[in-house]
């Protein structure tokens, strides 16, 4: 009867044993299906730039090497590597189209996998608009824990994966990047981004254009064309502003830029900026160096008549003799 109860116990152990590396073959199997399912979907996924407007250097796959792009950054998908060297290690040899920019839905193990998110790219999502400048206080500052030592969960925009991620916050201090929840991080920072306007002085209904300023791209990252006043050809150019900062030589259009600055004329200054009073100074300036220039030579002409006179002088004297020397000074 013993030796029955040992032959029992036996053939339990064995059978877990069994069954224990079973479930693990299968587990690690679907992790590897979850995985490669990953990587297929982002070699193959179409380039996203997103609905922002930043102008950030990624990389995509387009199904035989992989090639540069500028990504907005939001929205998008994950055909999106920071380097060439990131996309060329999961893209490699990758085989198989491109897909359509309407992508089918996900396997449940891919759903199970990607983090929660709003879907940026979807046509039907209506986005309201924020400044750049608000738009870099609020949703591209780095998470901050603070000063204080609790340990509370939040959430802050991460502006290169363009998602809401969780950090833990120490209950002071932080910044404006800082939500109770993914729904509000997203719906604070899941925007149209929008240049910021000029700030008009105080009594005025619009800021005056200083045409005669050297332009400025403004420390923001966003891509937006506009154009600038250059006195010295007194023509309006193109650049790209980045959506904060700068200066007021900044028009949406060249139309408003010739308007507003045609026929002024101005030279660059120590600071950057350009004058009108600029070239008053330069012609000043001139006449007193060529009135200078022309006295000395008087001076000199004069000087040297002066010293031929008395040259003709002494020479006469030397020439004479004495007493008709004389008889020439006393008449």
């Avoid at 609020?138 to 969780?166: D, H, M, V, W, Y």
Wanted: net charge negative; glycine share 10%.
């Amino acid at each position: 009867m013993t030796q029955l109860w040992y032959i029992g116990v036996l053939c339990v152990l064995i059978s877990s044993s069994v069954r224990g590396q079973l479930t693990e073959t299968k587990t690690t199997s679907s992790e590897a299906e979850d995985i490669d399912v990953v990587s297929t979907d982002a070699c193959t996924a179409p380039m996203v730039v997103g609905l922002c407007r930043a102008a950030l250097p990624r990389f995509y796959y387009d199904g035989t090497s992989c090639q540069r792009f500028d990504y907005g950054g939001c929205g998008g998908n994950d055909n999106n590597f920071e380097t060439i060297e990131a996309c060329n290690a999961t893209c490699k040899g990758t085989s198989g189209g491109v897909m359509s920019n309407e992508p089918p839905s996900a396997p449940a193990s891919r759903k199970r996998m990607a983090p929660a998110e709003h879907d940026a790219g979807s046509p039907d999502v209506s986005l309201r608009e924020m400044t750049a400048e608000d738009f870099a206080v609020r949703c591209l500052a780095e998470a901050k824990t603070g000063l204080c030592r609790a340990a509370i969960p939040r959430f802050f925009f991460n502006g290169t994966a363009a998602t809401c991620q969780s950090f833990i916050f120490g209950g002071c201090g932080g910044n404006h990047n800082n939500y109770g929840s993914v729904e509000e991080c997203q719906a604070s920072c899941l925007v149209t981004v929008i240049p910021s306007p000029r700030k008009a002085p105080e009594g005025t209904s619009a800021p005056p254009a200083d045409c005669t300023a050297k332009f400025e791209t403004g420390p923001c990252r966003a891509a937006f064309p506009s154009f600038y006043y250059d006195p010295s050809t007194q023509s309006c150019q193109p650049f790209i502003y980045g959506g904060c900062g700068g200066n007021d030589n900044r028009f949406s259009s060249e139309e408003d830029c010739v308007t507003r600055c045609s026929g002024q004329e101005g030279t660059t200054g120590k600071h950057g900026t350009r004058s009108n009073r600029t070239p008053a100074y330069v012609t000043v300036g001139t006449l007193v160096v060529f009135s200078a220039v022309a006295l000395a030579g008087l001076l000199l002409v004069m000087l040297r008549k002066s010293k031929f006179h008395r040259r003709r002088r002494d020479d006469k004297e030397e020439l004479l003799p004495e007493d008709q020397l004389t008889t020439e000074q006393s008449a």
